[in-house]
Antibody, heavy 124, light 108 residues
Framework: QITLKESGPRLVKPTQTLTLTCTFS??????????VGWIRQPPGKALEWLAL???????GYRPSLKSRLTITKDTSKNQVVLTMTNMDPVDTGTYYC????????????????WGQGTMVTVSS | DIVMTQSPATLSVSPGERATLSCRAS??????LAWYQQKPGQAPSLLIY???TRATGIPARFSGSGSGTEFTLTISSLQSEDFAVYYC??????????FGQGTNLEIK
């Protein structure tokens, strides 16, 4: 059974750096095809994909936020970490990590298992 | 960037009736399209991938169709638990992976 759980601060001040950790179980980020993504959702708004990291350490970022985002993995701890610099109130929302679907050995950039999400508020 | 446009924004349907939700891509995404359901206060859950393949455990009343730029999610006979927000997502050309703005399926 695959599970993911996000952790990090609930409140950050403008200009600070946000660090979120996704701790997962039920899969390994050393297995070919496996990936973990981060997606956020401002209150009452749509989902917005942020970043994705693959088993081979390849990474993808939302172009409009690429300069502010860093995604890394720690396979020994089964964790993926997302950092976002220069936080602004518009970055307020729920942040999810999610597992990339692998079906019959074929990996797709859709997400079959999500964490519960963690709400982050940016305010002074 | 590919833009995903969902319609309508809100759909009011009575329980037991059929619901049809649309998703349009600004350029072809082949069949690399997923649908998610999100209930209030919960994370999204995957319904459909590959435009038409139901994810594990998804009831047969959910079906997806389409390819290229036009996609449809159909719920054949709405149950009370189906009233939620639905998102489409393309994963053909990225970054960025793109979600639509959502369709709120509400009880009529």
């Amino acid at each position: 059974q695959i599970t993911l759980k996000e952790s990090g601060p609930r409140l950050v001040k403008p200009t600070q750096t946000l660090t979120l950790t996704c701790t997962f179980s039920g899969f390994s980020l050393t297995t070919s095809g496996v990936g973990v993504g981060w997606i956020r959702q401002p209150p009452g708004k749509a989902l917005e994909w942020l970043a994705l990291i693959y088993w081979d350490d390849d990474k993808g970022y939302r172009p409009s936020l690429k300069s502010r985002l860093t995604i890394t993995k720690d396979t020994s701890k089964n964790q993926v970490v997302l950092t976002m610099t220069n936080m602004d109130p518009v970055d307020t929302g729920t942040y999810y990590c999610a597992h990339r679907i692998v079906v019959a050995g074929i990996a797709l950039d859709a997400f079959d298992t999500w964490g519960q999400g963690t709400m982050v508020t940016v305010s002074s | 960037d590919i833009v995903m446009t969902q319609s309508p924004a809100t759909l009011s349907v009575s329980p037991g009736e059929r619901a049809t939700l649309s998703c349009r891509a600004s350029q072809s995404v082949s069949s690399n399209l997923a649908w998610y359901q999100q209930k209030p206060g919960q994370a999204p859950s995957l319904l459909i991938y590959g435009a038409s393949t139901r994810a594990t455990g998804i009831p047969a009343r959910f079906s997806g169709s389409g390819s290229g730029t036009e996609f449809t999610l159909t719920i054949s006979s709405l149950q009370s638990e189906d009233f939620a927000v639905y998102y489409c997502q393309q994963y053909n050309n990225w970054p960025p992976v793109a979600f639509g703005q959502g369709t709120n399926l509400e009880i009529k």
